[in-house]
């Protein structure tokens, strides 16, 4: 997967994009009212990219997602990825999943990428799972945006990932 996007840089030990994941029977997004992406079944994920993250941690991140096995199969056993079974994929850039919330009442964004950088992640994110998955959609980065989801179990996760070079 993902063979056609480079991967550059160095990796550090816990460089992660973040995602948090929920299997839905339908989501959406709008923006100023607008209804500008909609999926039936499938995921729902929301993308939060840290300082330090890199295209390979994002391509590696695309990836998991992708093959994550959270949804039934005929015994009723959570063994299919999102691939196999035929859902749809919205994603949508949320920065405050890469908030420091580890002290306070007030979280910090230090640990969350500049908004250039985490653009250009989340566009490779979208190239990689659009390569698979063809009913893609996204979110608008850096819009005000309301999200609609029904989550079907309700199955969510949060993925991290690291790279394993």
Do not use: K
């Not at 989501?27 to 890199?54: W, Y």
Request: hydrophobic share 45%.
């Amino acid at each position: 997967m993902c063979r056609t996007i480079p991967t550059t840089g160095i990796i550090y030990q816990w460089d992660a994009v973040i995602a948090l994941i929920q299997r839905v029977i339908d989501a959406s997004v709008s923006i100023d009212g607008v209804e500008t992406a909609h999926i039936d079944a499938g995921l729902l994920a929301l993308i939060g990219v840290e300082r330090d993250d890199t295209v390979s941690t994002t391509i590696r991140l695309a990836e998991r997602l992708l093959e994550y096995r959270i949804f039934d199969d005929a015994s009723g056993r959570m063994n299919l990825d999102l691939i196999a079974s035929g859902g749809a994929l919205l994603l949508v850039p949320q920065f405050t999943l890469a908030a420091d919330t580890r002290t306070g009442r007030r979280p910090g964004f230090s640990t969350a990428a500049e908004p250039s950088r985490a653009n250009e992640l989340f566009d490779v994110m979208t190239a990689c799972c659009s390569e698979v998955i063809a009913n893609t959609q996204t979110g608008r980065f850096g819009a005000h945006m309301q999200i609609a989801s029904i989550n079907d179990g309700p199955v969510t996760f949060h993925l991290r990932t690291v790279d394993r070079d």
